[in-house]
């Protein structure tokens, strides 16, 4: 399909003249049978400087209902209707770099959910190159690459947390090859005190993905003990979560303090990156405590994780929670 005829029928849904807008919502409601319609959506999305943001919008929704509904065969929907097999990998790749460099945060979300749409059947079977190519950017040094791509990986693990024990062979497989990175990289952007909001975002998303990589179970040879490389590097984990809590946030009004810029308004704080990081991290702290805690009462599964939780990690936790729980009135 030509993209630039798509362009003009995407741009028609926005006319004042409801006969115009009507014609342009019936042909989108055509576009998961036209062939090269799919590409040509994502050709629309990535053509920044051209396109208006409200038709580049339009166009990624377009593209999320395709993958959504016509990806797969699904309910009424039939394998002749769907997209076409051999067109799959060229969508994929074009679809992974447009999220890449795409920076407005509508369309890059819209983006997003639609690798979480396609992840649901072709990773990773039919899609095998996504993490390396994740990991790849992870560590590009360009700040939005890195975002983006986390931002990647954050919508696969999210696919793959609820996948039972047996089922969980390719979350193990991000367990071993992105987590250690993701802990090198959050303890580079402490270590340089690198007090950007970029940097803080790019840590949430690595303390997301931590969360759905162990919030129902721990990695295989965790929580048993018979990985004492993971039981280590876990522990490293939980040292970096105690630095994030323990980070002073300090007053806009008090000079050169870092991070600068911290909102005045309480409902203003709450969406402030860094104030979203520590929210993060002490959900994560606040899920390893109740769970491991006690080791008496973890399972035989997760025993020798949780005894060392207990017996080292949690007491060095505890004081800076501590501390964040007596700040409470002050940030509201």
Not at 174 to 201: C, F, K, W, Y
Not at 210 to 226: A, E, I, R
Not at 275 to 284: D, F, G, M, Y
């Amino acid at each position: 399909m030509d993209p630039q005829q798509l362009l003009v029928v995407l741009s028609y849904t926005f006319s004042p003249d409801q006969a115009q807008r009507k014609q342009a919502e019936d042909a989108i409601k055509t576009l998961p049978t036209v062939e090269g319609a799919p590409l040509a959506l994502l050709q629309i999305v990535g053509a920044k400087e051209q396109v208006g943001r409200e038709v580049r919008q339009a166009a990624a929704v377009s593209f999320k209902n395709i993958a959504k509904s016509f990806w797969e065969p699904l309910g009424s929907i039939t394998g002749e209707k769907c997209v076409p097999t051999a067109s799959k990998p060229a969508i994929r790749d074009l679809l992974f770099q447009a999220l890449l460099v795409e920076t407005d945060k509508s369309v890059r979300d819209l983006l997003a959910e639609s690798v979480h749409l396609l992840v649901r059947t072709d990773y990773p079977a039919h899609w095998p190159g996504l993490l390396p190519d994740i990991l790849a950017c992870v560590q590009s040094g360009d700040p939005l690459r890195m975002h983006n791509a986390l931002l990647a990986l954050r919508k696969v693990v999210k696919r793959l947390e609820y996948k039972m024990k047996e089922d969980r062979g390719p979350l193990e497989a991000i367990v071993g090859t992105a987590l250690p990175l993701l802990e090198q990289l959050v303890r580079q952007l402490l270590e340089t005190q690198n007090n950007s909001l970029e940097a803080a975002l790019i840590m949430k998303l690595c303390l997301k993905i931590v969360w759905s990589c162990t919030q129902f179970s721990l990695p295989n040879g965790c929580g048993d003990g018979s990985n004492p490389a993971l039981l280590a590097h876990m522990g490293q984990w939980i040292e970096l979560i105690g630095a994030l809590i323990a980070k002073p946030l300090p007053e806009a009004s008090e000079p050169d303090a870092q991070p600068a810029g911290q909102p005045e308004a309480a409902e203003e704080r709450a969406a402030w990156p860094w104030w979203k990081l520590k929210k993060w991290a002490l959900q994560i702290t606040q899920r390893w405590f109740h769970r491991y805690g006690m080791p008496q009462y973890a399972d035989d599964e997760s025993r020798a994780f949780a005894a060392q939780f207990s017996a080292v990690h949690a007491p060095a936790l505890l004081e800076p929670v501590l501390a964040q729980l007596s700040l409470g009135p002050q940030v509201g």
